[in-house]
């Protein structure tokens, strides 16, 4: 999926995605139905950061075989600035 383009779902796959926050911070995580897990963020009942810093919108979401690699991706995307975020993202 490309940044700002809608996720096609596929079953077992796994997502880091990214969202945009009401005060213009990222949150990134990961999910295996991204669907749920931004209604959970938007309804206040996702990660306590997401509570605290509402969404604003889904910025995107890349696709992963399993758990382990989106938590992977996970961890990379979080030790970057912000400004890389996105391109991180888009595979750049």
Request: hydrophobic letters at 35%.
């Amino acid at each position: 999926m490309t940044v700002g383009e809608k996720p096609t779902t596929q079953p077992n796959t796994w997502w880091l995605y990214l969202i945009e926050c009401k005060d213009g911070s990222y949150y990134a995580g990961i999910t295996n139905d991204l669907e749920a897990r931004y209604e959970a963020h938007v309804a206040g009942k996702g990660a306590r950061y997401t509570r605290s810093h509402p969404p604003l919108r889904m910025i995107g979401a890349r696709p992963y075989a399993d758990r382990a690699a989106a938590s992977r991706a996970e961890w990379e995307i979080k030790q970057l600035p912000k400004q890389r975020k996105i391109g991180f993202l888009k595979g750049d």
